[in-house]
C-alpha cells in the first residue's frame, strides 16, 4: 500500500512538473524563463539534487543550465567528445582532464529526429528512491525542442530584417545608375549589368553636360551591402565634382582622398572615367587601376586599351602618380568599358573567359550597334561558362559616338 502511495505521489509530481514546462510554452516565455523554470521543476517535483544541460548551439553543446554542480564542468562539449553506446544507448563524455562533473551519475541524451539536441546531466537527491529516467528524457525534449523553435524564430526573424535591408539597398542602388541610356543618331548606349548578389559592387554611369559625355565604370572591393553603401557616396562624390567643373586630374584626387578619408585605406575602388568633348573633338580620359576599356577608332585594326592614369583610389592618402590623356581629333568611336566579372567568368573547366576572348569578340562585332552587340555577349558568356555561376559582378558598358 505504501509503495502503491509513493508511486501515485511521484506521477502526481511528474505531471506537475509537464503541466509547469507546458504552460510556459504555451504562454511564450523568453528561453530564460524557460530555462529557469525547468531547473524548478526538476529541483522540486523530481528526486534530482544537481543537474547541467548541454544544448546543441553552432556545432558545440554549450551550457544552458547549471546548478548545484561541485566540480568543474567545461562551459561547452565538442560532439567527438559525446560517445553513445549504440547496443545499450549509454552516454559518457570524454572531456579534457582540466574538467571534472563533480557527482554527476546520470547522463542522459536528450533526442530529436535522431539527432541529440541537448544533453543532460543529473544526480539524485536520495539515492534510494528510483528516478523515472524515461519521463525525465522527455521532459528535457520538450524544453529542447522550445527552445530550438525559439531560436530558429529569431533567425528567421532576423534574416527577414536583413532581407528588408537588401531589398532597400538594391532599389537605392538601382537609382544610382542612369535609368535611360542615350540611344540617338550621335550617341548610342548599352549596358549588360548581373550583379552577383541581389545588391552589387559595380557602378556605371553617363552624363552629357551640354558639349561633354562623361562616362564611367567603377568596381568597390568586397559586395554586399558595404560595397554598395560605399559605391553609393563614391557616385554623390562624383556627380558634385562634375558640377563643379572641376579637371580630370582633380576629380581623381579628390575622389581618392574622400574615399581614403571614410576608410582609413581599408577598401579601395578601381575607376575609369572618360570625357568626351562633341565641340573640339577630344576624348579625355583618367584609368585608376581598372581594367582598360577597349577604344576602337575608324582606320585602326586593333582597339586600344586606355590604361594611362594611377593607381587604385582609396589605397593611399595621397595617388603616388596620376597620367591624364588626350585624344584629340576624334570623330566617332566604339568604346567598351568593363569590370573584372566579364574577364573572370569561369567555365566548368576553370577556365577564364579571359581579355583576349573579350578583344576577339569586340573585333569580331565591331560593325554591330550596341544593342545588338550585347546581345551577342550575353550568348558568348552564357555559352562559355555554361551552368557556372557567376563569381562577381559583371557590367559591360558600350558607347558608340558617330
Known amino acids: 500500500m505504501a509503495e502503491e502511495t509513493f508511486k501515485y505521489q511521484r506521477k502526481e509530481l511528474e505531471l506537475k512538473a509537464l503541466l509547469e514546462i507546458t504552460q510556459a510554452i504555451n504562454e511564450n516565455q523568453s528561453e530564460a524563463v524557460l530555462a529557469e523554470i525547468f531547473k524548478f521543476t526538476c529541483l522540486v517535483h523530481l528526486n534530482i539534487k544537481s543537474l547541467i544541460l548541454y544544448v546543441s ?3 558545440l553543446f554549450e551550457q ?13 562539449i565538442m560532439p567527438d567528445e559525446v560517445l553513445v553506446d549504440e547496443e545499450s544507448g549509454e552516454m559518457r563524455i570524454e572531456a579534457a582532464e582540466e574538467y571534472s ?3 554527476l551519475e546520470v547522463n542522459l541524451p536528450v533526442y530529436h529526429k535522431d539527432k541529440i539536441l541537448a544533453i543532460l546531466l543529473l544526480s539524485r537527491k536520495n539515492k534510494e528512491e528510483g528516478l523515472d529516467l524515461d519521463f525525465t528524457q522527455a521532459l528535457s525534449n520538450i524544453l529542447v525542442v522550445a527552445l ?3 531560436r530558429f524564430a529569431r533567425k528567421q526573424l532576423e534574416q527577414e530584417v536583413v532581407n528588408r535591408e537588401i531589398s532597400i539597398a538594391s532599389r537605392v542602388q538601382q537609382m544610382l545608375f542612369p535609368a535611360e541610356l542615350p540611344y540617338g ?3 548610342k548606349a548599352q549596358v549588360t549589368y548581373f550583379p552577383f548578389r541581389q545588391v552589387g559592387g559595380d557602378y556605371y554611369d553617363l552624363i552629357i553636360k551640354n558639349e561633354l559625355v562623361y562616362f564611367s565604370v567603377a568596381d568597390v572591393s568586397g559586395k554586399g551591402i558595404s560595397a554598395a553603401l560605399l559605391m553609393s557616396n563614391f557616385q554623390a562624390t562624383l556627380r558634385t565634382l562634375l558640377r563643379s567643373k572641376a579637371s580630370m586630374k582633380t576629380i581623381l584626387h579628390q575622389l581618392n582622398y574622400t574615399l581614403f578619408e571614410n576608410t582609413q585605406g581599408e577598401r579601395f575602388i578601381t575607376f575609369f572615367l572618360g570625357c568626351y568633348n562633341r565641340a573640339n573633338k577630344t576624348l579625355t580620359y583618367g584609368n585608376a587601376g581598372h581594367n582598360p576599356p577597349l577604344l576602337c577608332l575608324p582606320g585602326e585594326e586593333e582597339c586600344r586599351e586606355l590604361n594611362a592614369g594611377t593607381t587604385i583610389l582609396g589605397a593611399f592618402e595621397e595617388l603616388p602618380f596620376l597620367e591624364i590623356e588626350t585624344i584629340e581629333d576624334v570623330d566617332e568611336f ?4 568593363y569590370t573584372d566579372g566579364v574577364t573572370e567568368a569561369v567555365n566548368p573547366k576553370e577556365e577564364e573567359f ?3 576572348r573579350l578583344k576577339r ?3 569580331y562585332y565591331s560593325d554591330v550597334e550596341p544593342k545588338e552587340f550585347h546581345g551577342n555577349f550575353i550568348q558568348e558568356v552564357q555559352s562559355f561558362t555554361g551552368f557556372v555561376p557567376l563569381r562577381d559582378d559583371l557590367t559591360l558598358l558600350s558607347i558608340k559616338v558617330q
Open 334 to 337: 566604339y568604346m567598351h568599358l
Open 57 to 59: 548551439k553552432d556545432g
Open 64 to 76: 544552458k543550465i547549471q546548478h548545484g554542480v561541485k566540480g568543474d564542468p567545461p562551459f561547452s
Open 148 to 150: 530550438e523553435n525559439k
Open 361 to 363: 569578340l569586340v573585333s
Open 354 to 356: 579571359g581579355e583576349e
Open 185 to 187: 543618331e550621335r550617341l
Open 101 to 103: 562533473f563533480g557527482d
